[in-house]
């Protein structure tokens, strides 16, 4: 068996720019992404307070970029929309390494949101583009895999400035996000889509309307509830850590970075041994490890303090299994079950369940974190068991073909 077959990688020949375009985007999206709120704070000289209320409103306000998205995509392309998004994204990081005017921070940071939004919005449909046949599910875990790799060694260089003082590392920071995202939107540039499915058919005539499609709204719904599971392990982990468990702050830094190295080497692997199984039992596995997750984090208050530590990383293990599983597998299905004709407006929609998940994960740890330090992982637990019961539902309605069977 060849060796890129075995691990799980697709044929990635004549498409290297995109696989590094990937890659450098995430890069610097890991140095600036996690120096943005403090360069608000110290260069740009805002209360922190107002710097937070900007990124949570510019946020809100790219909240309808892929219903926008939803509408173009399959009339000029995903691949366009990705390179205008990175050059969009790159003129907002220009602006905030000049700018320190409360409303030129807030305009860029309204361009940087919704690049983000379209993005994610028109990425999964150019890589179903650029995938050789039954190579669709390969070319997700890879991407996925070096976006992952690309943000961790971003987020190692952001640690890397951080030993500096002065406006110096956050001013190097925003610049490098802006020569990535330039330099991957040139990369794009030279990207050739030999599979593109929008030159076959007009994607206004018989496309279904994606409002009457309840089995995919469901979906979506569940979805976002396994995206909210995700998210609330980055929000919710330094804080517990730091206000409720007897252990080291510094172990939070190793463990979620742990858990990018999971995400950086294993999907492929993860599709390699699960894409002849239903993608929708993936899932529900995927849902059920989350709510052990949940009970295991939970636990940890009412442990002795010498087994904290371990406990900790036992569950961070189950919740690294299940994110990996969700990471490699929750865009293949969305992808399998869209219809041929509207494609890439269904996948563009699909993105509102992470973006829901983002709006929501802050407001719902804090809110349970503060009635009882037990509730934000018990009420996640409870979540995970109904997206997962949710998908066994689904099961009935939705195609064979597309979810794929056990063999």
């Excluded at 140095?31 to 510019?58: E, H, I, K, M, N």
């Excluded at 999964?124 to 190579?135: A, K, N, W």
């Excluded at 239903?278 to 529900?284: E, G, N």
Aim: proline share 4%.
């Amino acid at each position: 068996m060849p060796t890129a077959s075995a691990l799980g990688l697709p044929t990635i020949r004549g498409r290297f720019p995109l696989l590094a375009a990937l890659m450098i985007d995430s890069f610097g999206g890991g140095c600036a992404g996690p120096l943005l709120l403090l360069y608000f704070v110290r260069v740009a000289d805002l209360p922190l307070g107002t710097a937070g209320v900007l990124l949570t409103v510019a946020t809100l306000f790219s909240i309808a970029a892929p219903a926008a998205v939803g509408v173009v995509i399959d009339k000029v392309g995903p691949r366009n929309l990705v390179i205008g998004a990175q050059f969009a994204q790159g003129l907002a990081f220009v602006g905030f390494f000049f700018g320190r005017s409360l409303w030129l921070l807030f305009l860029c940071a309204l361009v940087m949101t919704t690049g983000q939004r379209v993005f994610w919005s028109a990425i999964f449909s150019l890589l179903t583009d650029v995938s050789d046949p039954g190579d669709r599910d390969r070319w997700f875990g890879l991407g996925g895999m070096m976006q992952a790799a690309g943000f961790g060694l971003g987020a190692l260089a952001a640690g890397a400035l951080l030993a500096f003082d002065g406006d110096r590392p956050f001013l190097i920071a925003m610049a490098v996000n802006a020569i990535t995202f330039f330099l991957a939107g040139v990369l794009l540039l030279r990207l050739h889509v030999a599979h593109s499915r929008t030159a076959d058919a007009d994607a206004n005539q018989g496309a279904p309307l994606l409002r009457k499609d309840k089995a995919f709204l469901v979906l979506i719904g569940a979805n976002t509830i396994l995206a909210l599971c995700t998210m609330t392990m980055g929000v919710g982990l330094p804080v517990y850590v730091t206000e409720a468990l007897p252990a080291p702050k510094w172990i939070v830094g190793v463990l979620l970075a742990a858990i990018s190295v999971v995400l950086a080497t294993g999907q492929t692997l993860v599709v390699r041994h699960t894409e002849k199984r239903r993608k929708t039992h993936v899932l529900v596995l995927a849902g059920l490890l989350w709510v052990v997750w949940g009970v295991l984090m939970a636990g940890l208050l009412h442990l002795p303090d010498g087994l904290v530590v371990a406990g900790l990383v036992l569950a961070t293990m189950v919740f690294a299994f299940a994110d990996v599983l969700h990471a490699a597998t929750g865009n293949a299905l969305a992808a399998a079950v869209a219809p041929k004709v509207g494609h890439g407006k269904y996948l563009s929609y699909w993105q509102y369940s992470f973006t829901f998940a983002s709006v929501l994960a802050p407001g719902f740890f804090a809110q349970l974190f503060e009635v009882r330090r037990e509730f934000p992982w018990l009420a996640i637990s409870l979540l995970a068991l109904v997206a997962a019961g949710t998908i066994v539902a689904l099961e009935r309605v939705l195609p064979d073909a597309a979810v794929g069977r056990d063999r």
